[in-house]
Nanobody, 124 residues
Framework: QEQPVESGGGLVQPGGSLRLSCDAS????????RAWFRQAPGKEGEAVSA????????YYADSVKGRFTIYEDDAKITIYIQMNILKTEDTDVYYC?????????????????WGQGTQVTVSS
């Protein structure tokens, strides 16, 4: 099944940085927007950041504004999220999601393809 592939998770101390990558090269459908969600087992998930293919529209959850930055490479194949000043509450499984349209960027149901997730653990 076609799906984006995340990488870059790991263990980091509070205040540290990580960069997650989402490779969408295996997707054959064109996409309109990509996003990062996060969810821990048994907890409600949340949209962390989203960006339309044009780059004109971006979104950040209030909890990550000023610390996280979403961007993509020039070929628009890989999307990244640079996470700085990480906090213990950022610990979660992070998922990359892709949709063919550019609507409802914050809604789970708006996305057509999901990655397997990558674990981010912030702990001293």
């Amino acid at each position: 099944q076609e799906q984006p592939v995340e990488s870059g998770g790991g263990l980091v101390q509070p205040g540290g940085s990580l960069r997650l990558s989402c490779d969408a090269s295996k997707l054959t459908q064109s996409y309109g927007a990509r996003a990062w969600f996060r969810q821990a087992p048994g907890k409600e998930g949340e949209a962390v950041s989203a960006m339309t293919i044009t780059g004109l529209n971006t979104y950040y959850a209030d909890s990550v504004k000023g610390r996280f930055t979403i961007y993509e490479d020039d070929a628009k194949i890989t999307i990244y999220i640079q996470m700085n000043i990480l906090k213990t509450e950022d610990t979660d499984v992070y998922y990359c999601a892709v949709q063919t349209s550019q609507s409802e960027l914050l809604k789970f149901d708006a996305y057509d393809s999901w990655g397997q997730g990558t674990q981010v653990t912030v702990s001293s």
